[in-house]
């Protein structure tokens, strides 16, 4: 195990650059290099290649060779709800005997059983929980995820979950970016008064959250059973007046116009979309919003509709893929499986789902091409996978192929 950034040369039998093809044609146009060399330098790559071509100034360096192997980025996981307490098995009985996910969240079930559970853990047992989860999904390759907060509600278990998130990127080698996810559901103090818990978000739960930098981004969930477009825009406006970029849960079960009002606020992602329609795709496209689809809900509740992935691409909006891992619509930890779904229910191509969970999952983050890419000045973020081709990651589930993951230049 090398757990030291050591400058080193990493070869492999291809490596996916993410980049498309390079002026000297040594990427192909799949992306792939074949008999390919990556030089890490301070945990960052300074050079990718054929290993042919590698200058001989690098030469020098100690060679970890992993055969036939494929590298890849890491993978990003770019929406999760990593962290509650209790479980939903109940309700997912519920649902095989015929409710469907809005009944239970009527019958005070859903979201607002988890909120109960996650108000009365504490943050040691939030966090032992998550980790566990998340080693899962560092086992598939997971080096960067964004987690969100939304079982509290109240200011306290709000403020308890974000802490929980930023503490997760303390204790694991993995990047993690934190959502304050406020407007997910009324809570039951505010029981009949969603505009009164909206005020009650944006006058104090947002500013204390923007001073104390527990947040790199707020999220809610505009639907019929969540907000409405003129409420989740009043949290839009003040996350914006408190510097803070916004993303949304829209069209996941009916057309609430959330896409187009996420769109509106320059969102970084709006998230599900099985219900949008061709307005709310020109509205993405027109503002740069990237579209993150969650086929593990998708599956989870039966839903039947499928998000429009033909109009998204002839758009050209990026698609991310992400787990949605929560303990109610997506109770999934596997990475690997949401692009299986992504193909199989989604019709994805397999390269479109290796792009949604690594550049487009950044590009989802609010981050720059070279975060998800292995090319020259991006950190060494990688995955080396016991497969040869990239299709094989969306192909099979269930194998746990990876080999080896590397953070920063580092074996983890
Ligand atoms: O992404 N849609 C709203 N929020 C979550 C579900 C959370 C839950 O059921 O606990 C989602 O599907
Ligand atoms: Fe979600």
Redesign the pocket.
């Known amino acids: 195990m090398n757990r030291e950034a050591a400058d080193r040369i990493i070869m492999a039998g291809s490596i996916f650059g993410n980049k498309g093809v390079d002026e000297d044609g040594a990427i192909a146009s799949d992306g792939l290099i074949h008999d390919g060399a990556l030089v890490v330098r301070g945990g960052r790559i300074v050079w990718v290649g054929q290993r042919a071509d590698m200058a001989p100034e690098f030469r020098h360096l100690p060679v970890s060779d992993y055969g036939s192997r494929l590298i890849t980025p890491s993978l990003i996981d770019c929406h999760t709800?990593l962290i509650y307490g209790g479980n939903r098995a109940r309700e997912f009985e519920m649902r095989l005997n015929g409710a469907s996910y809005e009944d239970v969240a009527r019958a005070g079930g859903?979201?607002l059983a988890?909120v109960n559970a996650t108000r009365a853990a504490s943050a040691s047992e939030l966090l032992e929980s998550a980790l566990n989860r998340f080693d899962q999904m560092a086992g598939e390759g997971v080096g960067r995820i964004e987690v969100k907060s939304g079982y509290g509600l109240d200011l306290e278990t709000e403020l308890k979950m974000l802490r929980v998130a930023r503490q997760l990127g303390r204790e694991r080698p993995v990047h993690v970016h934190v959502t304050y996810l406020g407007a997910?559901a009324v809570p039951p103090e505010f029981a009949g008064r969603a505009g009164d818990y909206v005020d009650f978000v944006c006058t104090e739960v947002l500013p204390q959250i923007a001073r104390e930098g527990l947040a790199d981004a707020v999220d809610g969930?505009c639907e019929t059973i969540g907000f409405d477009v003129a409420l989740m825009e009043r949290v839009f406006v003040t996350a914006h007046e408190l510097g803070l970029p916004v993303k949304l849960?829209a069209e996941?079960l009916s057309n609430c116009g959330g896409a187009a009002l996420a769109a509106r606020f320059g969102a970084l992602s709006a998230d599900?979309l099985e219900y949008l329609d061709a307005d709310g795709v020109a509205a993405m496209a027109e503002s740069g919003t990237v579209a993150v689809l969650?086929p593990g809900?998708f599956y989870t509740i039966r839903e039947t509709r499928v998000p429009p992935v033909d109009l998204l691409r002839a758009a050209g909006v990026p698609m991310a893929l992400a787990t949605?891992c929560?303990?109610?619509?997506?109770p999934m930890g596997s990475i690997l499986l949401a692009m299986n779904m992504g193909c199989t229910l989604f019709g994805l191509t397999s390269l479109e789902a290796l792009d949604g969970v690594t550049r487009h999952g950044a590009h989802a983050l609010g981050l720059d091409e070279t975060v998800g890419a292995i090319a020259p000045g991006a950190r060494a973020d990688l995955c080396v996978w016991n497969v040869s081709d990239p299709v094989e990651l969306s192909y099979q589930f269930g194998f746990r192929p990876l080999h080896q993951r590397i953070f920063g230049g580092c074996d983890v």
């Open positions: 709800h859903g979201i988890s997910h969930f849960h996941q599900h969650l809900a949605d929560n303990p109610g619509s997506s």
